[in-house]
């Protein structure tokens, strides 16, 4: 039975010195808060990371940490392609139920920044290009982490969207794609969810930074939203302890050394006050009570390592997606008497990026071995690695091609494994193209060339760029970043024991060049790489990743499909897209209004041969708008199941947010007279249903 202290943060405040309180304003080490064992104040212990716990046992100087091992999730990216909230939901709880066991009060995490540009190297740590998907699975994930009584921080607050110069580039964002892209996510969540504490980013935003920005951390986020917990910094985000205690921060994490006499000497001078001070501490020692009341809360807790392996099995099964199946190749069929798999990442997966969210898993399954179990004594299966481990370097051989040719010629049919690597994918980095190494695209055409009958399956965290093989192989899988269970996961869909229902939550471009914030120029020759102001003969600053100093959003709220739709651009996959071994039938379309609110009733019908999920999805559409918007916005969607032959009716409420734009004028929130189109879909181009409004 655990025991809850009760806690008088009235009287608290009164006992503690002032020595005592400015000292509680920065972490006592790395993971914890200062404890005043006087007072019987204990410390609150907080540690990684998103999608899986990840407890730092030792650290090693110049060695990766030796870390507690947990049960490694899939990725955010991966779990954004579910697009299921109750699987969020239980994936936070799972994760929670880990940080019971490790004594852990705060997740650091999750992470919901928008995904502006595929090069980001932490994109496997986000979510979507989409904040209404971002804010609505974020939703669900603190909720999951939160109902077993252990916190969360919400990051990273905000704007920061590139890793290249993240501890001091301002992200230049202006109010309309601030409001409608970059904070919505973060709104919902703090609205709906309560996160316990909420992290600020590294980067400036709109020239301030982000851990001293007193309009983004009180303004917005507390006057605003309502926000009630706490903002602790991001691992040494703050630059002047002075001006972040005055924008309303908290906690500064880690422990700094100067951090104490900074603050007792600026309480001195009089350039803060008690009042401020206690501002902080009463922050902290709410999230002080929070935890100790939490307590029956965890003591109720029972699932074991293997229930929340089982969460992780789930949510993989439904993030695989499959983006193309010629011929129906998929799933492997009876007739196929002999099955080459080729690639290291089938026998040794990529389960996961690299950086502070990486967890060390506690068991991680090979596809490799799965497909051999389900293909049991009628499939035979041969296996060729083709390549080497990837080094630090990521420099990658390929061996053996010519015997892996043969292998390939002789079978019935082909599965290449390739995928990036936690080198590739990697916090502090942002990726310099966003095409497999060459070597991997090479082999897929030489081995596709001896056997068409052939599918890749593609371990990444973010969009990768297929144009150069994509069109030449009949199938490709993409797996993500699925985390332990993700092997098992992969052979289930390819055998067709999980049919897959996993969809795109971000546009997968057919080049980096046709990317949003890309200028058409080389963007990295022309920072100001040197830092000196210039930009190099001729240039002129680039949108992404900026000049070393600024990070231009000159594309505004034109990110992900909402470029590539409102420009009519081709993309090689379109947001929301993902296959089915079953077919489904969208029918009877009915909006029922209620001013500047509707509900969006249809009818899906599963048409195919075998059970099947189907995420159908709203999308929203201003037929003449006044002000600038984009050609159409998610505002809704519900993941069904059903077998062959049901019919469902969905029902989706659309709130005045879903027709609403951030207006300049009003700097509000607002809705427009006139028509706007519901559209709902199985994809953001595959729009089945439409019907029409009036404001
Ligand atoms: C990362 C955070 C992380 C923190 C603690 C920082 O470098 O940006 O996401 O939670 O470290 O490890």
């Not at 994936?91 to 502006?116: E, Y």
């Not at 990743?545 to 739709?565: A, H, L």
Request: with cysteine; net charge negative; aromatic share 10%.
């Amino acid at each position: 039975m655990a025991l809850t202290v009760v806690m008088n943060i009235d009287r608290l405040l009164t006992q503690l010195t002032i020595d005592e309180k400015i000292a509680m304003l920065t972490g006592s080490d790395t993971w914890s808060t200062v404890p005043v064992k006087r007072l019987s104040i204990p410390s609150v212990v907080v540690s990684d990371g998103p999608h899986g716990l990840r407890k730092v046992k030792e650290e090693r100087p110049g060695q990766d940490a030796l870390q507690y091992p947990a049960v490694c999730f899939p990725t955010y990216s991966a779990l954004a392609a579910t697009w299921n909230d109750e699987l969020a939901q239980q994936m936070g709880a799972a994760i929670a139920g880990d940080c019971i066991d490790n004594k852990v009060d705060v997740l650091l995490g999750p992470g919901v920044n928008m995904k502006r540009n595929p090069l980001c190297g932490r994109n496997f740590e986000y979510l979507s290009e989409d904040p209404y998907l971002a804010g609505r699975l974020g939703t669900a994930l603190v909720n999951g982490v939160q109902s077993r009584g252990i916190g969360t921080s919400l990051k990273h607050f905000a704007g920061n969207s590139q890793e290249v110069d993240r501890f001091w580039v301002n992200s230049e964002i202006d109010e309309r794609a601030l409001r409608e892209i970059y904070l919505p996510a973060f709104e919902k969540i703090v609205k709906e969810a309560k996160p316990w504490t909420v992290m600020c980013a590294y980067n400036l935003l709109n020239g301030v930074h982000c851990s001293q920005n007193r309009r983004l951390l009180f303004n917005i986020l507390r006057k605003e939203w309502g926000f009630d917990g706490i903002v602790v910094s991001d691992w040494g985000a703050v630059h002047d302890r002075v001006e972040s205690l005055k924008a309303s921060l908290e906690l500064e994490m880690p422990y700094c050394k100067t951090s104490f006499e900074s603050l007792k000497k600026a309480y001195e001078e009089d350039r803060i006050n008690e009042y401020d001070i206690d501002f902080a501490v009463e922050g902290i020692l709410r999230l002080v009570k929070k935890v100790s009341e939490a307590a029956d809360l965890r003591d109720k807790v029972k699932d074991t390592t293997d229930d929340r392996y089982n969460v992780s099995k789930q949510v993989a099964d439904e993030a695989v997606t499959l983006l193309k199946n010629e011929d129906e190749i998929l799933p492997i069929s009876k007739k196929i008497k002999k099955l080459a798999v080729f690639g290291l990442a089938a026998a040794d997966p990529t389960i996961q990026g690299g950086g502070s969210a990486g967890v060390t898993p506690i068991r991680k399954s090979a596809p490799l071995d799965y497909i051999r179990k389900l293909a049991g004594d009628d499939i035979e299966v041969v296996y060729a690695p083709c390549y080497n481990q990837m080094t630090l370097t990521s420099i990658l051989e390929i061996q053996n091609l010519p015997a892996a040719l043969n292998l390939a010629y002789e079978a019935d049919m082909s599965l290449i494994f390739v995928s990036d690597t936690i080198r590739t994918e990697l916090e502090g980095f942002d990726r310099n193209s966003i095409r497999l190494q060459p070597e991997l695209e090479k082999m897929i055409l030489q081995l596709t060339a001896v056997n068409p009958n052939t599918v890749v399956v593609v371990q990444a965290g973010s969009v990768i760029d297929m144009s150069e093989w994509f069109y030449k192989v009949k199938g490709v899988v993409y797996s993500w970043y699925l985390g332990g269970a993700g092997g098992e996961s992969v052979a289930d869909v390819l055998f067709g024991k999980v049919n897959p229902s996993g969809k795109t939550a971000e546009t997968f471009p057919l080049c980096l060049e046709d990317t949003p914030a890309f200028d058409g120029i080389d963007s990295i020759s022309l920072c100001d790489t040197d830092n000196d102001g210039s930009f190099g003969q001729g240039a002129y600053p680039c949108a992404y990743p900026g000049n070393g100093k600024v990070s231009w959003y000159r594309e505004g709220m034109f990110i992900g499909y909402r470029f590539y739709d409102t420009w009519k651009k081709e993309v090689l996959i379109p947001f929301g897209f993902g296959l089915s071994y079953t077919q489904f039938e969208y029918s009877k379309l009915k909006i029922v209004q209620d001013e500047n609110t509707a509900r969006v009733e249809c009818k899906i019908k599963n048409t195919g041969k075998c059970k099947g999920r189907e995420t159908v999805q709203i999308y929203v559409r201003p037929v003449q708008p006044y002000v600038l918007r984009p050609e159409k916005e998610l505002k809704g969607y519900v993941k069904v199941e059903l077998e062959p032959n049901e019919q469902k009716t969905i029902k989706v409420e659309l709130d005045e947010r879903a027709f609403s734009y951030y207006s300049m004028n009003d700097f509000d929130w607002k809705v427009d007279k006139g028509y706007y189109e519901i559209l709902v879909g199985s994809s953001s181009r595959d729009i089945k249903l439409t019907g029409k409004i009036k404001m």
